[in-house]
């Protein structure tokens, strides 16, 4: 490509609405332009990239044996209704009427239609397994549109369905699919994580997420530092560090009058914040299902975790107990309150990192005091129950046993799943098996976020300067830069030379001969990302070199005309 | 691909509400299954065809200069009250209301989007010319959707915009894309006309659509067999066919007493309806704006155009006359109508191949009579205007002088249009000229009905068995079937290594490994239409040959290995 012959338009200007770095660079590199809230046009430049992370995942999930097809983006609201999911989807779901007063939707997903089809489409056991997948135009109607296409309203979606005779099937077609979309984003060049994100109904491997990791990123995960352990950090198990040690402090109270939280008392007392415990009062039920009160346990410096809160016997719709309640249990305002002396019908649960603790900091259930070398099992029973009730942290030991816990940010950009039976019996999908008995066929689905990729890509591959793009998918891989402010032949020629030859070794470059001031066209080169750059001009063709330098480099180097091709081919 | 790992279920019943061939042939080879009124999901096979229609489209434009984008499906209701088209667009606009009550379409066409990023993007006449093209999904809620995927609702639509500075400059790439677009159906395999389609606001050359030509089309398009004329048949000039014999009989009145048509008359007399004149009673205006009665004559054998009859001085807004305006003018009833003795305030309108008629036969203004061997000049005046106001017919010379006319049917898969500077105009779009002067740069539309085209190929190209592809889009170029009933080794190895070696050739080969009848395997490639079919058989490979058969051939014949990938080839 000529630059001359195409359509780019870069801005210095950060645009002001802009939140993200991924959002402010592609708008200044000219990749996308907003339309309306959530909705972006993608240029010309955009697009390039765009479609070069759709060849990729098309190229490996076919390769994977998964199929394309191509399903209507517009579908009927009776298929939603047999699901349950017309209401249930709720507000994300763009509701469209036609001239004729029927109901349909923008398709958020496609398990409704891709059933209807198994359901006409799939007869026997002989058709499976199977793996429809498509990539197509989606839209959810997001309540707060944000962040450019990280989390725009319609944006590009390949999302996959399976089809299996039995459970160990779909779970050969899940490893399948996890390692396909492991190749996926190696491919594009991504620091990626595959994250254990829910025990769901099936079993231990019934969900992955793929993130890409980015300091921006949305959500924290916890990974291992010695394994392939990756979890969201509110389900990474929080491991406890040892046993407890032997009491060496007696039990005193410390006057703590305005101190009401571990933060100011173990500053106060100067000890750190691991030394101390915060007690969390709440209300749960008891195996009779009255009302029990519950106080939790956990260190300082740690998170009560609800979501394995919840999953504790007695506490499926646990609250937070009110200040009455607790007044009423433990004579005391919160900021005060803790475990010592605790009346016999309240339920302490204790964090496993709390159960190893001798000699801590917590409240007294008396205002204006905490006391200090607290010891179970001397100054208190042992709690009622240890469980894991915390945010796991960095420095954790990793739940498999190998290496430590890193906690790093990262961008949702593909799902798999195993569905089992839920669509399939809602929509009453059966294939005849061997014996002619008609079954219920288990499914599996596995998204990836095309159009959310470029986005996530950018939050990972930039600089001060502007985007860093992988090879695989940058607009260009390469950049040949024509300085001839004299207008001279042969630097032109040369240029054009270089351009073809690189061109002709499978390599995608572009020639940026729009005669624009050295500055002027590295500032647009750097800002649009392309990972190398090759100057020709009059003064390196009479020393016989070109200019190369890679986009993370931080100097240019001159080389003859074949060493700047391979660093290019990467040879 | 191997059939065996490929998903394909073909039927041999007609779907009852399939109207046209390519419809019940998509549904029959399981190209398509229906989702919804006008909403059909393409299934795997159905998918390979349109992304090579697809590829064609994109390298073609690519190679001639536009360059791609992708806009949002979703467009906001503002731009289009800019234009004016939210409520001038009518039902086929699918409005939608999203969550916060803010109204969208779903695009129809991208007029207003594109016209909105180049206002945006567009600053100066130096970024001009430039065509942006995307392929993208429609969608046009039909009030009646039919034929499939022919007139969806939901559709695959390549559309292009293009701005200019100047008309002339518009019109260089009106033509480059009128060229393309023949570079593309060419490419594509399918017969087709580009057609003269109206006049427009700007020029001769303002707009033309694409035809494939089919005898199911839904317009008649006229075409000459000398040159690339071709025009709707509605639009077609009528051409007369030479002078006015000289008169050689004498005028006189016939008993006609039921005979109210031209048909019937001609019957009556013997004679070829193209002796005959019909005589069409109208009312016009005259040039001080009065009502004038009209008599329009036309050849018995011919019929008015509307279009070209309104075209006419006074004739804006004509209307048929009411049977008292008839009989109040001429004293008889319709049926028995004719220009000889009519009141002189009666304007007499005939086509050009009436004019150009002697002895013929007419109404005789008196019920129950008509009149033969009729002459102008001699038994009535010349007409007052002489013009074109008929339909163009089979056979009429070609209005640019080159052969005659043939009809045939078309389908509309194209258009190119000169939109001039409505859009720009309504939305203020403009760019600074050489002196810096604002200026509103003219604008081209060009659109594909990509999707259109698979329906409409197969239109041109089945027969009894099936679907008969053009190579270029067929969803594989050759099938290598295996009939090895008793499991031989070497037949399964015979056709493997076929397979691969045309594989390597670069042709787009599938191997039907399926384990099917012969008969059931021949019907099921027939029925999808793959152009080349090459057998391994046990037989074969002891003879040493290969059956090979064309699509479009009676018989098959026994090949040697390597003769039968050149005739896949083309070699």
């Known amino acids: 490509m000529r630059l001359s012959q195409f359509h780019l338009r870069t801005t210095k200007e950060t645009p002001a609405d802009a939140d993200v770095a991924s959002q402010q660079l592609m708008l200044r590199a000219g990749m996308i332009r907003k339309l309306a809230v959530g909705l972006y046009t993608w240029s010309p430049l955009g697009l390039r990239v765009l479609r070069k992370v759709e060849r990729i995942v098309r190229e490996e999930m076919s390769a994977a044996g998964a199929i394309e097809m191509l399903m209507p983006s517009v579908q009927p609201r009776e298929l939603w209704e047999e699901t349950g999911r017309w209401e249930k989807f709720g507000g994300q779901l763009l509701k469209i009427k036609d001239r004729k007063d029927a109901w349909y939707c923008y398709g958020p997903t496609h398990e409704e239609v891709i059933t209807d089809f198994a359901r006409q489409e799939l007869a026997s056991y002989k058709q499976l397994p199977v793996n429809f997948f498509q990539i197509q135009t989606k839209f959810r109607d997001e309540i707060r549109p944000r962040f450019g296409v990280m989390r725009a309203r319609e944006f590009l979606m390949k999302d996959a369905y399976s089809f299996h005779a039995t459970d160990e099937d779909l779970g050969r077609e899940y490893k399948n699919m996890y390692d396909t979309y492991g190749r996926i984003f190696t491919r594009l060049g991504l620091k990626f994580r595959a994250v254990f994100a829910d025990t769901g109904a099936i079993g231990g491997s019934a969900s992955h997420e793929f993130h890409v990791l980015a300091d921006s990123g949305e959500d924290a995960i916890a990974f291992s530092t010695g394994s392939d352990y990756a979890a969201n950090v509110e389900l990474a198990e929080a491991v406890s560090p040892g046993e407890r040690p032997a009491a060496a402090e007696a039990m005193r109270r410390v006057d703590t009058p305005t101190q009401k939280t571990c933060e100011d008392v173990a500053a106060l007392m100067g000890i750190t914040l691991a030394r101390t415990v915060k007690s969390v009062a709440m209300m749960g039920t008891d195996p009779e299902n009255n009302p029990r009160f519950v106080l939790a346990l956990v260190r300082g410096d740690h998170v009560v975790n609800e979501i394995k809160l919840s999953k504790l016997p007695g506490m499926s719709e646990y609250r937070l107990a009110t200040e009455a309640e607790i007044r009423d249990h433990l004579g005391a305002s919160p900021g005060f309150l803790g475990p010592v002396n605790a009346?016999?019908?309240?339920?302490?649960?204790?964090?496993?990192?709390?159960?190893?603790?001798?000699?801590?900091?917590?409240g007294a259930n008396a205002d204006g005091y905490h006391l200090a070398g607290v010891n179970f099992g001397r100054d208190l029973p042992?709690?009622?129950?240890?469980?894991?009730?915390?945010?796991?942290?960095?420095?954790?030991?990793?739940?498999?046993?190998?290496?430590?816990?890193?906690?790093?940010?990262?961008?949702e950009v593909g799902h798999?799943?195993?569905?089992?039976?839920?669509?399939?019996?809602?929509?009453?999908?059966?294939?005849?098996?061997?014996?002619?008995?008609?079954?219920?066929?288990?499914?599996?689905?596995?998204g990836i976020g095309v159009s959310r990729i470029v986005a996530a890509a950018i939050e990972q591959n930039h600089d001060a300067n502007?985007?860093?793009w992988p090879d695989a998918i940058a607009p260009w891989q390469v950049a040949v830069c024509v300085i001839n402010p004299k207008n001279v032949d042969a630097v032109d020629e040369a240029a054009q030379s270089l351009y073809q030859d690189l061109q002709r070794a499978g390599i995608d470059a572009v020639l940026d001969d729009r005669g624009l001031r050295a500055g002027q066209m590295f500032a647009d080169i750097e800002l649009i990302g392309i990972p190398h750059r090759i100057v020709v001009s009059e003064r390196g063709l009479q020393a016989g070199t070109y200019e190369y330098r890679h986009r993370r480099a931080s100097e240019a180097e001159q080389l003859d005309r074949d060493a700047a091709i391979a660093r290019v081919s990467g040879a």
């Not at 009346?343 to 917590?362: E, K, L, P, Q, T």
Request: charged share 25%.
């Open 343 to 362: 009346a016999r019908d309240i339920f302490v649960v204790a964090d496993r990192s709390v159960a190893a603790m001798a000699d801590f900091v917590v």
């Open 382 to 411: 042992e709690p009622a129950l240890v469980a894991d009730i915390r945010n796991a942290v960095e420095g954790d030991p990793s739940p498999d046993g190998h290496g430590t816990l890193g906690i790093a940010r990262g961008i």
């Open 416 to 446: 798999v799943f195993q569905l089992g039976r839920k669509y399939a019996e809602a929509m009453k999908c059966t294939v005849l098996d061997e014996s002619g008995k008609a079954i219920t066929p288990a499914m599996g689905c596995y």
């Open 466 to 468: 502007g985007i860093i």
